[in-house]
């Protein structure tokens, strides 16, 4: 029998450090952006930190239930 973890299910530690990493990611895709007047990366980088913090928190609440 398989995990569960295994068939896709993410863990919440797992969720958190991904979302950590998209929140980084964003941060610097959105000075980039700033530094080479580009409005389109600096919006793109914006909206990847706002997903980083969202899978954070998902994470940090699957941690709470015990997933």
């Given at each position: 029998?398989?995990?569960?973890?295994?068939?896709?299910e993410k863990s919440?530690?797992?969720?958190?450090i991904?979302?950590?990493?998209k929140?980084?990611a964003?941060?610097?895709?959105?000075?980039?952006?700033?530094?080479?007047g580009?409005?389109g990366?600096e919006?793109r980088?914006?909206?990847?930190q706002?997903?980083?913090?969202?899978?954070?928190e998902?994470?940090?609440?699957?941690?709470?239930?015990?997933?």
């Amino acid at each position: 029998m398989k995990n569960p973890q295994s068939i896709g299910e993410k863990s919440g530690t797992r969720d958190e450090i991904e979302g950590t990493a998209k929140k980084l990611a964003g941060k610097v895709k959105e000075g980039l952006g700033k530094a080479i007047g580009n409005p389109g990366l600096e919006s793109r980088g914006e909206c990847d930190q706002l997903e980083g913090a969202v899978q954070k928190e998902i994470g940090t609440l699957k941690k709470a239930i015990g997933r």
